[in-house]
């Protein structure tokens, strides 16, 4: 079962909301992604956690907190966001590698996403 | 640094046409791993391939192969007789071994296939 499950699936908020993200995943996967997509482009990458750790932030602005409270689950914190955060938010998690392996190899298996829409 | 191109943007396709989407990497790294995902309207991203830089093979499943060739740096997708339900966005990516212990994937800017009936 190759499943990760995002809530909600959509999402309206005002500039001065604050909301949340969540995903799920029961695959025993110890990195967790989360990535922003915007009409017609390709996703890009916004953080990784490797076993419930911040290992990348890609210079995210501070309105985007994300959390990993445990290996299953990773949420992302959206507080005082503008329209232009407006996008599609995908997460994806990947097996973390064996030992000698890398983790170059790993397949991300993705969520749905969630549809937010800044007002 | 690591680049995929692929220079296609839309394709438009009637069902039961075969069609190839076209990707060109640039990698300094010897080891490194090429994916392709589809995206249908829905949002999500469905892994179909990987492939390391050292298998060379072409692959097929099914309707889909896959064409890997290093002298001209390219992991080309065809899909044979295609059907309404292939109508998507296709993303070629690539994973270099040398960015360490994470993962990140380079994708290219899609393929966004349409296929009428």
């Known amino acids: 079962d190759t499943e990760v499950t995002q809530t909600p699936k959509h999402l309206v908020m005002g500039m001065t909301n604050k909301k949340s993200l969540k995903c799920e995943q029961h695959?025993?996967?110890?990195?967790m992604y989360w990535y922003k997509q915007k009409a017609k482009k390709p996703p890009e990458l916004m953080f990784v956690y490797s076993y419930e750790k911040l290992s990348i932030n890609e210079s995210v602005p501070s309105r985007f907190s994300p959390e990993c409270p445990n290996s299953s689950l990773l949420n992302l914190h959206l507080h005082a966001l503008q329209p232009e955060d407006s996008a599609l938010y995908l997460c994806?998690?990947?097996?973390?590698?064996?030992?000698?392996?890398?983790?170059?190899?790993?397949?991300?298996?993705f969520g749905a996403g969630t549809r937010l829409s800044v007002l | 640094a690591q680049k995929v191109t692929q220079a296609q943007t839309e394709i438009s396709v009637v069902e039961k046409e075969d069609v190839t989407l076209d990707c060109v990497y640039e990698?300094?790294?010897?080891?490194?791993?090429l994916f392709w995902y589809k995206q249908p309207p829905s949002g999500e991203l469905v892994f179909l391939i990987r492939r390391n830089s050292f298998d060379e093979q072409n692959e097929i499943s099914g309707r889909y192969s896959w064409n890997f060739q290093k002298s001209t740096s390219s992991f080309n997708f065809t899909i044979t007789a295609s059907q309404v339900v292939d109508s998507a966005v296709y993303f070629c990516a690539l994973s270099e071994a040398a960015t360490g212990a994470n993962s990140k994937l380079t994708f290219g800017k899609g393929i966004t296939l349409s296929v009428r009936p």
């Open positions: 994806a998690s990947s097996r973390f590698p064996d030992r000698g392996s890398t983790v170059a190899k790993n397949i991300q298996y």
């Open positions: 990698t300094r790294d010897t080891t490194y791993y």
């Open positions: 695959m025993g996967h110890r990195a």
